[in-house]
């Protein structure tokens, strides 16, 4: 097994959070809305913290499920990201960028869960 350090799903994960939590402080400030902004730093954070999990679990059902949460995760986020745009507090070429980043998270992460069930 490859360090968590090296795994593409991972590294891509903690770049996305990165971006989620300056967009958060933008609307926290800017905006006043620190429900949505809490929102969007817990799915984002969780994203890279399920990986971090699958990488040392067991089993390979322990695995599957770690990163299925974490591709809830990133559906939440994403939600979250239209909502964002929804009350204005991103422009739509932002919005389109946070998409196209949480659809290639999800994409990965899907790649990792047929790659386990592949091993099964």
Request: some cysteine.
């Amino acid at each position: 097994m490859a360090r968590l350090e090296e795994l593409e799903v991972w590294e891509h994960s903690m770049k996305l959070a990165k971006r989620i939590y300056e967009l958060s402080d933008h609307i926290t400030k800017e905006k006043r809305d620190y429900w949505l902004a809490d929102q969007m730093r817990r799915a984002s954070v969780s994203i890279p913290s399920n990986i971090s999990e699958w990488v040392w679990r067991e089993t390979q059902k322990e695995n599957i499920r770690f990163l299925i949460m974490a591709r809830w995760s990133a559906l939440e986020l994403k939600t979250q990201v239209y909502l964002c745009k929804m009350f204005d507090y991103i422009k739509s070429d932002t919005k389109n960028q946070l998409i196209k980043d949480i659809e290639s998270q999800i994409k990965l992460i899907n790649g990792m869960i047929r790659w386990i069930k592949k091993s099964m």
